[in-house]
């Protein structure tokens, strides 16, 4: 079964960067779309990048040309590399997978996905 691992969260000051890693075990995350989603205290899980099977990639409005979101399938590794932190951009966040062997898709709605990983806290501030 898939079970996905995240690392690289932590405290960044405004203007630093951080890169979230998802790591997955089980089955290749070849096979899979993976999408990165946060939940800032007091507000609904958003959105924030997505990568499909064979690389096409979305990202919310906010994080563009901020964040980018890359794959390995030969570590079989996602990762999340974020610029210029922002403190609106303290928040959970959670890597997620969905199986895409029937459509190469990369859907920005977390209820389109259904393995998740534990999400480590990023803050920033100063």
């Known amino acids: 079964q898939l079970q996905l691992v995240e690392s690289g969260g932590g405290l960044v000051q405004p203007g630093g960067s951080l890169r979230l890693s998802c790591a997955a075990s089980?089955?290749?995350?070849?096979?899979?779309?993976i999408g990165w989603f946060r939940q800032a205290p007091g507000k609904e899980r958003e959105g924030v990048s997505c990568?499909?099977?064979?690389?096409?990639?979305n990202y919310a409005d906010s994080v563009k040309g901020r964040f980018t979101i890359s794959r390995d399938n030969a570590k079989n590794t996602v990762y999340l590399q974020m610029n210029s932190l922002k403190p609106e951009n303290t928040a959970v966040f959670y890597c997620?997978?969905?199986?895409?062997?029937?459509?190469?898709?990369?859907?920005?709605?977390?209820?389109?996905?259904?393995?998740w990983g534990q999400g480590p806290q990023v803050t920033v501030s100063s």
């Open positions: 997620a997978a969905r199986l895409a062997i029937l459509q190469d898709v990369c859907p920005m709605t977390d209820d389109s996905y259904v393995y």
């Open positions: 089980g089955f290749p995350l070849a096979y899979y779309a």
């Open positions: 990568i499909s099977r064979r690389g096409g990639t």
